[in-house]
């Protein structure tokens, strides 16, 4: 029965995605044949028919890395034609109604859709190439031996690989190198699911330069997990002094602990009880924790923990997104303090799919802690 069920939804899933191509592909047809009386119907479907399955087909066939490209480029269109395509619609329905022929209706309304495409991808890959650096002054009331301020330096969600390519890199080096941290921490998703394409391109020799004099750690979020290669991602890591914490607790500098969870994605990672049950944690000293996705901030609160980074939502990356992010978690994007808790949620340095970001920025983080 389950197989039925599973079986029904994808068939219903497919098909209204098919009619969304259709609906897709009807009104740009038409707005090519009244501007430049574009006719070949035929090839037309084809090349459709090619970009809506340009994504899985760059997934599965990783030399046509191409696919990849013009698949994720896609999703964005896909995303704001659904918005701008039914209002240019209507928009045209009223212009015929008050007796403009309709294909002037068509050809003007057409061209200010397509500038107003223009805009939103001109906009959304600056935003996504050109980040901004976020600084946070935040005061955890525990004393330290050794350390009594520090400057975190927090990047998440870079997904590296194909589209947050190596000068995207370079300028992760640059920003945080020249910010000075104490630490560097990067709270999940460093890859694009497959570490192939990072260790071809040579990425690992790029954030090599990273330096921090209380070290660089990570932790894996859910796109490690996708890409199904946790082995070879570590030992990358391992190469470029990138420590990756996978449920693991370390002091550093006999002053604070810095936790690293498994992501959300692996049903056998610890919960926050577990990892501040660790019999060489001092509650008395400060606890930072590194946690992918935001979503147990009252966990860890009642357990004690003085500092949470995370990332994973993008603030939805493409607005209107980040209303649906918003409502998913208590903190999608920004800061927020719970009782001694300090909750900081990246929007990422890097993007998903699209190179684009409207609504949100690629960003550094860099976080200021005093401690009392």
């Not at 009244?34 to 997934?59: E, H, K, M, N, Q």
């Not at 701008?84 to 309709?102: D, E, G, K, M, Y």
């Not at 002053?255 to 610890?270: V, W």
Request: hydrophobic share 45%; net charge positive; glycine share 6%.
């Amino acid at each position: 029965m389950n197989k039925i069920k599973a079986i029904l939804s994808f068939l219903v899933v497919l098909t209204l995605f098919h009619l969304l191509i259709f609906y897709i592909g009807w009104n740009v047809w038409h707005y090519l044949r009244v501007a430049i009386s574009f006719d070949f119907l035929y090839p037309f479907i084809v090349l459709i028919f090619l970009f809506s399955y340009a994504y899985i087909i760059g997934r599965f066939v990783k030399f046509l890395s191409i696919f990849h490209t013009i698949g994720s480029i896609w999703m964005a269109i896909i995303q704001y034609a659904v918005i701008l395509f039914p209002i240019a619609n209507i928009s045209v329905l009223i212009s015929v109604a008050f007796s403009i022929p309709t294909e002037t209706a068509i050809l003007w309304t057409g061209h200010v859709t397509l500038i107003v495409f223009l805009l939103i991808f001109g906009v959304g890959t600056f935003n996504a190439y050109s980040p901004v650096v976020r600084n946070y002054q935040i005061k955890i009331n525990k004393t330290t031996e050794a350390i009594f301020k520090l400057r975190i330096a927090m990047a998440s969600d870079m997904h590296f690989g194909t589209l947050s390519d190596k000068k995207h890199a370079r300028r992760l080096v640059k920003i945080i190198n020249n910010e000075k941290p104490d630490i560097i921490l990067l709270p999940g998703d460093i890859i694009d699911d497959d570490p192939i394409p990072f260790i071809k391109k040579g990425f690992g020799k790029i954030l090599s330069e990273l330096h921090a004099p209380l070290g660089i750690y990570g932790v894996l979020g859910n796109h490690e997990y996708y890409g199904r290669a946790i082995p070879t991602f570590m030992k990358e890591m391992e190469k470029i002094n990138i420590d990756i914490l996978t449920d693991d607790v370390i002091q550093i500098k006999e002053s604070f602990y810095l936790i690293g969870r498994k992501d959300k994605t692996d049903k056998q990672r610890l919960t926050i009880k577990e990892l501040l049950a660790h019999p060489t944690i001092n509650h008395s000293k400060p606890i930072i924790m590194m946690d992918h996705q935001p979503s147990q901030l009252n966990e860890a609160m009642h357990e004690g923990v003085d500092l949470i980074l995370s990332g994973h939502t993008h603030r939805g990356q493409m607005a209107p997104n980040h209303l649906i992010t918003r409502k998913i978690f208590e903190l999608d994007w920004g800061y927020l303090q719970k009782n001694q808790l300090h909750a900081i949620v990246s929007s990422g340095f890097g993007f998903w799919g699209p190179p684009i970001r409207l609504g949100s920025r690629s960003e550094i983080v860099i976080i200021d802690v005093n401690f009392n």
